[in-house]
């Protein structure tokens, strides 16, 4: 109840209000006006302060919004005031201070000069009409809808149905006691003022129902349009509504292209008004017979299961519109038996009007217009495009029927995408027949087979592709991607790796029902089957198929890192390798693997990993020998092939290869040196007056040899391949990590490898002088090309340095063979040589150094053979030992040569570790390098500076000559002045000349 004060202070604010707004009348006089006024304050009173008592729901404020603004935009052509009042509205709705505000809109509206709708006025404070009610789960489930399916505003619990503005007789159309409705049906009002209807408005009414289903009547008769396109449009073609503003219906309803293929034939001789609105009622029946006939017609859109559920989604509107229709001709029945038969304007005081008709189909009207526009829309479209089309509609328009409309048709047509979706993230099968659902098996064509994948590889990265077009607006990117990886993980789990029972009792054990709408549900079910997948995915390829052991076992012994296997293995094969590569036997190498394996710590790893190592020799060519063919192997099945594809265990090897011929050198460098520094304390030391210089000189450059091959191992293996191992342990340690990041993360691994160790094409030199001893493939990089050349020019420059070795134990021989013979001589009592036992002494040490000539090639051309490193000349010592002068010589300065362009290289690389290596090989600053070239960056703004100055320069110059132009020119002035003037004062003198003539005479 409402204290006393505050009653009487509404009291007085109705009667400022009644007396703010009603004046009086031409001709009324004050009696009169002041009864009109106490007739208005009490009827404003029992309206306001009779519903203070009353519970009125909040729901009713946007209807009554729904009114103020419909008032606007009739009573103005201009959309202003109605925009503005949508922000007062919205503002107001914001405020709090206000207990009451719907009625205080509601009583302003009613103030007004234009009338109330009376089904509305007459009930909305009284509480007999409620509002508008969302639909129940029944009808969300069947697709009902209150425009499409029931009567506009039906008083609830009235079991006669009739409408709202019934009288509390309970009859259609009659008048509240004490307010006589004073309004007139349409066609009375014609017929008053003498326009015939013919046919009369009953016999419209009792023709609508059929005409609303799209079934032709005598009155009302359909034809065909004979269109095959959009026909042009015309007044007479045009529908109006004059109860609705057109402003606001196109602006709630985008205009479709969907034309009708029939037409209805409305009869001449009505009057406009009823021809305007038989117009009206001819679009929801036109819409409603071209809609059945696409739920009818047997071609689906694009042959697809949404296409159908679509379809599907339509008819069940339109059943709901049928049930509307058999309302509409239930009251049109009840008001005609109503009527007196003698009075034919009795059927629309009943309440039942052409012009109702169209209120009350004004929703459905907008339904069956918006269902045309999806179906013209959704033409040459499926699957996930169709559900992005139907969800513009629920997302990109402002009208909330149009909102919850989509939202209803979503319902329905994304059942079967939800079934296709839990069939993929739980069973990770793909139940697509007509390629709706955006994850889609590859077509074989479209396979890239540039890395030759093969095996498993082929069912992670070629079987399924997402389709970008088929992603429907109602997930983003990140979500569909997470769906592609959860159902790839499950089928290769089932097929890949072979555990189909896991992958059904998890089908059992988590499969969900989704459906649309339900997001919390959705994305929590997505979440979780991502998290389970991903972790039994990487617990089969740690576990059942050891990936990480092999990964291990490919850095030890194809990336060399298991250091006593390597030394063993190369110390064992080294005299097979010496030999010609196709006298080489698998078996003996396969024998000499087996025992590096068994005499080094690899004989504690894992038979499975074991048994995967060989060796084996590539397809050799004319002249190799066994270092150049021999490799080692390690062989990847499935799945693990998904990671270690077929391109990566090329790249293995190439890196394999690589530090293999690094490997052979340090090892031939290593045997060297030792046999160097042993013979300096023995064989050497006896001959060093004649080649101690020369032994000094080759110590150096095999010093320089050895740090460059140290220096390089110890890049590759520690600042290149220990670095990325590091980085790659970080990165599949992780606890979400994928399988995708697993195959991400190793590709990374060997890229880092090959890029940064100098073997990749990306890799490239700037030098244009840096020209391989051999041809190199067009795919290897310049520096793989450069180290191959500086690697060879090590082996030959080894070679050279046994040469001299060799001599040098020869020239040792003849000394002590030559102090044998003068010792013989002087215990003989003979003393001194003479030129016949000198040369019987040459002829004997080349006799005798025959033993030591087993080095000599078959050619007699003093290279060596693969069965010692002694180089054993032909010629006498004194012709020798200049030649193998000149051979070491020569093989220093290419081994130089080839280091400073190197160095000069990988000064001037963008990788800080790649340069830090060149400064590590030229610690000592020993090889002395150019002047730090300038970029090519550097030179263009050179270059461009130098034109800058160049036009400046003859800007200045064109200045000079304008200047000099200028002073010219002001010169060439001046003297046309002086000759002016001095013409002027000729002309002047002569003047004066002749008037003096003139006088005399």
Known sequence: MVDDRKLRGLEEALRRVVAAFVSELPGEDEEEFMARRERILGIAKDRVLGSLNQETQTELGP????????????????????????????????????ERKWEVLYFLYLSSDSPPTASVSNNIFNGSVQPTETPTEEEADTGAFIGLHRLPDRRRGDPSGSLDNAGQNGVAGAPREGHADERKPKAAILEEHGAVLEPSEDTLLSSLPFTLLGVSSDTLPFASTGLTGPPPPTPLETPTDTSESP????????????????????????????????????????????LNEFVQSADDIGGGL???????????????????????????????????????????????????CVVWTREATMGLRLMSLIVEQAKDKKGGQLISTIHGFSTSHGDPFVHSFAERLLSHVTRQFYDMLRRWIYDGELMDPYREFFVCEQDPSEIDHSEGRKGASSVWQDKYKIDEGMIPSIVDASFANKVFLIGKSLNFIRYGCGDSDWVNDYSRDASKELRYGDTATLESSIDEAYKTTMARLIQLMADKFRLFDHLTALKRYLLLGQGDFVALLMEGLSPNLERPANSIYRHNLTGQLEHAIRHSNAQHESQDVLKRLDARMLDPTHGDIGWDVFTLEYRIDAPVDVVITTYATRQYLKVFNMLWRIKRVEFHLAQAWRRYMTGARGILGAIDDKVGKDWKVARCVCAEMIHFVSQLQYYILYQVIEKAWNELQTAISKPSVTLDDLIS????????????????????????????????????????????????????????????????????????????????????????????????????????????????????????????????????????????????????????????????????????????????????????????????????????????REKEVEREREKERERRKERERERERRKERERRERREKERREKDRDGEGDVVMD
């Not at 037409?263 to 071209?290: D, G, N």
């Open 247 to 290: 402003k606001k219906l196109s602006a709630a309803i985008p205009q479709s292209t969907f034309f009708p293929t029939t037409k209805l034939i409305i009869p001449t001789m009505l009057p406009l008004p009823v021809v305007s609105l038989l117009h009206t009622l001819a679009e929801p029946a036109l819409l409603y017979r071209s």
């Open 63 to 98: 209807h009554v919004s729904d009114l103020i603004r419909t008032k606007l935009v009739h009573d103005n052509p201009n959309p202003d005031p109605a925009l503005r009042y949508s922000t007062l509205f919205s503002r107001l709705s914001a405020l709090h201070v206000l």
């Open 306 to 356: 949404i296409g159908q559920s679509l379809r599907a989604a339509i008819g069940q509107e339109l059943r709901g519109y049928l049930s509307l229709i058999g309302g509409l001709e239930g009251e049109i029945r009840r008001a005609v038996s109503m009527a007196d038969s003698a009075d034919s304007r009795r059927i629309g005081r009943m309440g039942v009007t052409l012009k109702r």
């Open 745 to 948: 993360a190793h590709a990374n691994y060997l890229s880092q490898i090959t890029s940064k160790g100098l073997l990749s094409p990306e890799t490239a030199g700037r030098s244009k002088h840096a020209q391989p001893a051999t041809k190199v493939p067009e795919e290897d990089s310049i520096f793989l090309a450069m180290l191959h050349a500086i690697l060879k020019v090590m082996l030959r420059y080894k070679e050279a340095v046994d040469g001299l070795y060799g001599y040098s134990v020869a020239e040792y021989s003849r000394r002590q063979e030559m102090s044998a013979r003068v010792e013989t001589r002087t215990k003989e009592g003979r003393w001194g040589m003479t030129e016949a036992d000198y040369h019987d002494t040459t002829d004997t040490d080349s006799r005798a150094s025959t033993p030591l000539g087993t080095g000599r090639s078959a050619s007699g051309n003093g290279r060596p053979d693969s069965s010692s490193g002694l180089f054993i000349p032909d010629a006498s010592s004194e012709e020798l030992l200049p030649s193998i002068r000149l051979r070491l010589k020569t093989v220093e300065d290419e081994f130089k040569s080839l280091n400073k362009t190197l160095l000069e290289e990988l000064a001037y690389q963008p990788d800080s570790e790649m340069r830090m290596l060149g400064v590590q090989l030229n610690f000592n600053m020993f090889y002395e390098l150019p002047v730090a070239r300038k970029g090519k960056k550097e030179r263009e703004r050179e270059k461009e500076r130098q034109r800058e």
